[in-house]
């Protein structure tokens, strides 16, 4: 039997669908709304919460300010806030981005979506855009938490701008972590382009976007705590490039002041930059939009 994939989203089935300890630590602080402008957004408002799920964005964005279309009940648009005791020095937030990136793509193909990643945090079916990832940072101190919150507090890791050790969790900064996540579930046709896809497409039996979205929570409230003490892993880097669709690809790369770069990309290094070989130059980057240069024409997404 076809599960309906535009069920109404539940918050008593996503709770039920999740494990034992993930429902503990989640459960009782997940919202979801029949329409809020962003996700992300009201995550920042309500620090009680911890993750956000709604029905329909307003003012749904990806990265650089762009619009994420969110019509109602046609995809899935969550948001997860996570916060961890250490300095924004001390913590490789692009690497978080790309093991974020990694574990989704990992659980789609898992589900049977032959999807690939387009850095820095798109995924990609069939050579149209499926699903975005934008992550949101604030740093702060730690009495301004809530109170009961659970925070990652690796050793390793909770040290300070200048490499002290923090003497107390009390005086010790904190970073607060919203990731936001937008997948094309079952769009309106007139929101398809050449440049979209969506679920529908490409998997021909369809899910519950009930236990897609419990997934999906799953995998990333793990990423999220593991990240803390583990950080960004050579197995992690070594799957991203399984999985990247630019890598060894002839690109453009626009940057941020309207100038363009040309080159092989060549993956990504360990703080989640792309790698673009120019002549006899291999340079990084951390902005820009990628586009793939081919005989036929150019690929955007």
């Known amino acids: 039997m076809v599960e309906n994939m535009l069920d109404l989203l539940s918050d008593t089935k996503i709770v039920n ?33 911890k993750v956000c799920l709604a029905e329909h964005q307003t003012a749904g ?26 300095d924004l020095g001390a913590v490789n937030v692009g690497g978080l ?15 049977g979506v032959d999807c690939q990643i387009k850095w820095c945090n798109d995924i990609i079916c069939q050579d149209r855009k499926l699903a975005g990832l934008l992550l949101e940072t604030r740093l702060a101190v730690n009495s301004s938490c809530v109170s009961g919150e ?17 003497s107390a969790v009390s005086n010790s900064r904190v970073l607060e972590v919203v990731m936001g996540l937008g997948i094309n579930v079952q769009l309106p046709t007139e929101c398809l382009n050449e440049g979209w896809t969506d679920l529908r ?11 897609l979205a419990a997934a999906m929570i799953q995998v990333s409230w ?34 941020a002041d ?24 291999i340079n990084r980057y951390v902005h820009g939009e990628v586009t793939v240069r081919r005989n036929s024409g150019d690929l955007h997404w």
């Open 258 to 281: 309207n100038k363009w770069v040309y080159g092989t990309a060549l993956g990504i290094d360990q703080q989640g930059a792309l790698q673009i070989q120019e002549g006899n130059l």
């Open 61 to 86: 964005r990806g990265r650089q300010g762009r619009r994420w279309i969110s019509p109602y009940r046609s995809g899935l648009y969550l948001s997860i806030r996570c916060t961890y005791t250490m």
């Open 150 to 166: 659970k925070i990652v507090s690796p050793p390793s890791l909770a040290t300070n701008w200048a490499g002290v050790q923090s």
């Open 17 to 49: 669908y999740l494990s034992p300890p993930v429902r503990s630590q989640l459960g009782s602080h997940l919202v979801i709304l029949p329409t809020v402008d962003s996700t992300n957004d009201f995550l920042w408002r309500h620090p009680t919460c």
């Open 97 to 111: 981005s790309v093991a974020l990136t990694v574990s989704i793509v990992k659980l789609l193909r898992n589900w």
């Open 201 to 211: 497409q490409v998997l021909p039996t369809g899910f519950s976007r009930n236990k």
């Open 222 to 255: 793990q990423c999220l705590t593991d990240y803390g003490y583990r950080g960004l892993t050579g197995e992690c880097l070594k799957e991203w490039q399984a999985l990247d669709r630019l890598y060894q690809q002839p690109v453009w790369l626009k940057l």
